[in-house]
C-alpha cells in the first residue's frame, strides 16, 4: 500500500533525514498547506515543528513523497510519533504546484507541545544548520 507524505522540514531533499528514509521513495510534487499553520524551529537544536493551529502563520512549502508502508513505519519511528515529545502524524490538504489538491500525511506538534520556540513562523524551512 502506498501512503502520500507531505515534508516540510529534515526530510526534505538535501536536509539530514532525506537520504536516509526518503531516498527510494517516489517524489511526487513540490506542494504547499491548504491552510495556514505555525512553522517554528523548536528546542536546542532548532529542529522545524508545524504546530497544530490551524489558521495561525502561512501557508507552509514543502515537497511531497510517495511511500510504502514500512517508509511510513520508519518515518513514525524516526519523528517518534505519540511520544511525550514526539510528533502526530496528521491528514492535511495540500496543493500541488498545478493546483490540485492532494490529502497527504504529515508530521505536527500539538501547540502545548512547543514551549521553546527560536524563531519566527516562516513559510518554508531552509535552515542551513540542517543540510546534509
Known amino acids: ?11 526534505k531533499l538535501g536536509f539530514v ?9 517516489e517524489f511526487v510534487d513540490h506542494g504547499t498547506t491548504c491552510d495556514a499553520y505555525p512553522l517554528v524551529l523548536h528546542g536546542d537544536d532548532f529542529r522545524p ?9 502561512y501557508l507552509v512549502a514543502g515537497e ?3 511511500v510504502d508502508s514500512q517508509t511510513l513505519d520508519a518515518l ?30 504529515v508530521y505536527m506538534k ?8 527560536r524563531s519566527e513562523m516562516m513559510e518554508v524551512f531552509n535552515d542551513e544548520r540542517h543540510r546534509a
Do not use: C
Open 49 to 57: 515543528v508545524l504546530v497544530e493551529a490551524k489558521g495561525q502563520g
Open 1 to 11: 500500500m502506498s501512503h502520500l507524505m507531505f515534508v516540510y522540514g529534515t526530510l
Open 64 to 66: 511531497l513523497y510517495r
Open 110 to 117: 500539538p501547540s502545548a507541545w512547543v514551549d521553546d520556540v
Open 76 to 105: 513514525d519511528s524516526l519523528e517518534r510519533v505519540n511520544e511525550h515529545d514526539g510528533y502526530r502524524r496528521r491528514r492535511l490538504t495540500i496543493s500541488d504546484d498545478e493546483g490540485q489538491q492532494h490529502s497527504a500525511w
Open 17 to 25: 533525514n532525506h537520504a536516509d528514509h526518503l531516498n527510494n521513495a
